[in-house]
């Protein structure tokens, strides 16, 4: 191409001399080990190293290499270090790498079968691997798309449009706590409001357990409520579960709903033979999301969703407007715009074909295998020391566990001191390890992925969280809830009616300002004995205090416990999952005598534990008793 006055185009010693520039300090920081596996940095620091005019002027990449390197690089996760346990860690590879400066150099317009028949073939391609490895059938069909919560979010919409169509109030979406958040946010996006979506508890293995599921699902349709679609967790984020496929196949397939399962991060797990059979039953799911940017060690962003039956994806997405006939795709043609919600879209599909053509797929079947093993050693490690303890079973790579200490049954300085444990991993530089809750418990979580890690790496931050010095620490102070102030309310003036609030064991430690605030948020009720307070499966949220009077908890008539004056319920509908979703009721509760109660309605309990932490401690106390368990 001529150069004449285009004021963006480059000779082509330029291009190569830039090229291969940027390749230079590339390769330099991947090989250097000495960089950490996270640098943090305040807002401030970012702005004051970053902020500037615009540069109107050009700059010499030379300068801007620099100052990439000075600036900008050091400040990020370095996803592939050795010791990254982290959430989902995110190891690349070189010639991955590649393909997505070949897509972007050559600036590939994936979008349609007549402007790139050859990139569209060789995702085609892709995803026929990717079929094959889960078991599904050749008319299947995919899409690459950005990552696992785009894949999430386009099988909502694709089961919605197959089965019903136009969004209606009665459809009801089902999942289990430990499903991943962009579920929650595909639900709200895509306009599904709290009571119809039905977060489900899990079991002790953290898995669905299926019974309640059809519990669930079938209390629905008597309410007017149309179940119509299921999301599993194939390798829940938390702690790697897999939820039952075959089984919740079954319930599904029986009542005409639409059975997806995640399988994000876990789904290459099938890869090797553990994760196969970890993973049984993933070929009877309708639609399939899988993040090649997580075990598959691409770059980022390369999320792929599946569809067992391709011509639904088709007819949920296809739109053909005047404007874009000319690509009108003829039978045998695929215009991937047809089958996804992007019209552009880049050619993510090389980096598939080059890294795994490159290296061969038995070499990510080496790969993925070695990390199994690897976190299996993790687990033995735990289990052969005095001073961890595992919080739930491993799967598909990912470790929970924790500390305890002898000195200490306190939930909260138990937590506090993993905590500390989790920053000196960080400190001292031989990698990262994140948090979680289970069960209202804190958990250190490793997820053990990377092709870079090895027994060392894994030995050594384990060594360091079961022997580091950790102070006990003093009680945290108190913090004051954000408008103390708040003394309106039907009780505030009433000292005799603050002292009944006071003697609650919840609100026992607050001061009379904090009581008072915290009556303005409550209405008193009073309730006659044998009234039906909370239906089971019911998606209400209040949470209720007794201030007088006992009331019967019951699932299937069978009394499970009986709570007085002090006592709380409701708290586990209470809480919100996630974009204001949360359990349904979990049993029903009856008033046994006459009761007087206070009732916090939807959304002041996220208030209270947000203000308090001695409420929020109380409460999560009581989740962990109460969450049931089969
Ligand atoms: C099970 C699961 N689903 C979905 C996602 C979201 O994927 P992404 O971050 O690629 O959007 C994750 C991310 O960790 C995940 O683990």
Redesign the pocket.
Known sequence: MGLHDDPLSLDRETMRRLGYQTVDMLVARISDPSIPALGRATPAEMRERLAGPEPTAPTDLEEILEQLERDVLPFMGRGDHPGYFA??PFAATWPGALGDFVASALNVFAGSWMESAGPTQVELEVLGWFKQWIGYPASAAGSLV???????MTALACARESLVGAMSPDLVVYMSDQ?????ARAARILGFRADQVRVLPVDETFRLDPRTVVAAIDSDPAAGRRPFFVSA?????NTGSVDPLGELADVCNRRGIWFHA?????GFAVLSEEGRRSLDGLARADSV?L?P??WLYQP??C?CLLVRDGAQLRSAFEIVPDYLRDAEAEDSEVNFSDLGMQLSRSARAFKLWLSLRYFGTDAFRVAIGRSLELAHHAADVIDASPDLEHLAPPSLGIVCFRRWFGDTSDETEIARRNAVLARLVEEQGIGLVSSTRLRGRYALRLCVMNHTSSRTDVERVLELIASADVPAGRRAPRTQMRDPGIEQGWLADSDASLAELRVVPLLAELTDPELRSIYALGVRREVPAGERIVQRWDATRDFYVVLEGSVAVEIDDELIRRLSAGEFFGELAALDWGAGFGYPRLATVVAETPVRLVVFADGSLADLVHSFPTVDAHIREAVRARLPRH
């Open positions: 959430f989902v950005s990552g696992g919560s785009a894949a999430n499903a991943h958040s962009s579920l967790s194939a390798g829940a984020t995640d399988a994000a991060y876990g999301t993040d940017h997580k980022y962003e999320g």
